[in-house]
């Protein structure tokens, strides 16, 4: 399969041949090493180039042609929000994973760079040296580049547009929502068609959890424009898979989507209907009793799922609140994060939505969901939001 370049008649190999091609750009040399290492370590990708800005990597793309690029944010000469653009005019269906420090400055980049077509983000840590921070960025960068090559090689050649307009706007500002397009059709027979649904239980839902990794930025800002009338009337709890200061950004976001209360949860808070409550970054979110009501329990043990804050904490402890009176959602994401917590919901006789392959950035958690038999629904993003709605207004079709 040829790769097509803008603007010329550059023919690539086939995305079939061979290991993922990454490009590395990135102005430190330490982090263009380690990330150079580790890739070279992996037998199914390459370094195709390292590089140290971004000008660098625009001016040298056609010669290149890599599959992935894995770029910097702040870079010299030009940087990697305004290569961005410039590389994917390039190569419509370059796989591109934003790197930045926990900054709200880069924060705010990295929700833009999705709006624009990045594909992901991973945030880098402070310091190399201190070793659980670089193997939880060595483990979740390389999974996003194996994944997200993955899925560009099982789809044809022209990429889908950007999941937001990419309207420039100054960083110092608020970040403007990210309004995602209408879903773009299938662009390969999804394996989810296959695989049998079970009945939804004729328990009525009195709360709304999500989970979502990968891509769940753009899914979660979709499905919440959708939900006016079930937030107004129930409480509902989302577990994205995100980084502290990147869930304060993405909190905001979610709020302007939804015109509704969105906040990172807080210890001891209480569980009422029209609040959105998103897990806090770094932190596992829970719910407790507390006399007649829920409250939000915030939890700093150890990653579950590779993951902290991680989803199946969330599914399993609302069992005890609600019992079989849940609805759980399980969006686009690497992994398998509530599959174990969506089973426990099923057998106390709450139901499981998952998002389908065809829409999910990457079909792992929802399809290990699916293919675990615990799901009542497989649906396409654009078609979740008016499920819950009527789920939540008593039909349980």
Not at 267 to 289: F, Q, S, T
Not at 363 to 388: D, E
Request: hydrophobic share 45%.
């Amino acid at each position: 399969m040829s790769v097509a370049f803008a603007g010329n008649s550059t023919t690539g190999p086939s995305r079939d041949a061979g290991p993922l091609r990454v490009m590395v750009v990135d102005d430190s040399v330490v982090i263009r090493g380690l990330i150079s290492r580790w890739i070279g370590a992996e037998h199914d990708m390459e370094v195709a180039a390292s590089l140290r800005t971004g000008l660098e990597a625009v001016n040298q793309l056609e010669r290149i042609n890599p599959d992935v690029a894995v770029l910097d944010i702040e870079m010299p000469e030009l940087d990697g929000i305004s290569a961005l653009p410039q590389l994917l005019a390039k190569k419509r269906d370059l796989v591109i994973i934003m790197a930045s420090t926990l900054t709200r400055r880069n924060a705010e980049i990295s929700f833009k760079a999705l709006s624009l077509g990045a594909a992901d983000y991973i945030p880098k840590p402070e310091s190399t040296r201190e070793a659980s921070a670089a193997d939880i960025f060595h483990h979740d960068l390389i999974q996003k580049i194996r994944h997200l090559g993955a899925r560009l090689r099982r789809r044809p050649t022209v990429a889908s547009p950007p999941l937001a307009p990419a309207t420039p706007a100054p960083v110092a500002r608020a970040p403007a929502v990210v309004r995602p397009a209408a879903p773009a059709p299938a662009l390969h027979a999804p394996s989810s068609g296959a695989l049998s649904t079970r009945p939804f239980s004729a328990h009525a839902p009195k709360v709304l959890l999500i989970g979502s990794s990968t891509g769940g930025p753009q899914a979660l800002m979709a499905l919440v424009t959708e939900l006016g009338p079930v937030i107004d009337r129930f409480p509902v709890l989302i577990t994205q898979h995100m980084p502290p200061t990147f869930t304060t950004i993405l909190a905001e976001h979610l709020a302007r989507a939804s015109r509704k209360p969105a906040a990172e949860a807080v210890d001891g808070e209480p569980v009422k209907p029209g609040r959105i409550y998103l897990a806090p970054g770094g932190k596992h979110m829970r719910v407790v009793r507390s006399g007649a009501d829920a409250a939000i329990a915030l939890d700093d043990g150890p990653a579950v799922n590779f993951c902290k804050p991680a989803v199946d904490p969330l599914f399993t402890s609302a069992i005890d609140i609600w019992h079989g009176n849940i609805l759980s959602v399980i969006l686009t994401g690497m992994g398998s994060d509530g599959m174990r917590g969506g089973k426990d919901i099923v057998a106390a006789g709450g139901n499981v939505i998952a998002q389908d392959e065809a829409s999910s950035v990457v079909w792992g958690m929802p399809g290990a969901a699916a293919n675990a038999g615990i799901c009542a629904a497989i649906l396409p993003l654009n078609q979740i939001g008016a499920k819950v709605n009527r789920l939540f207004a008593g039909d349980r079709s």
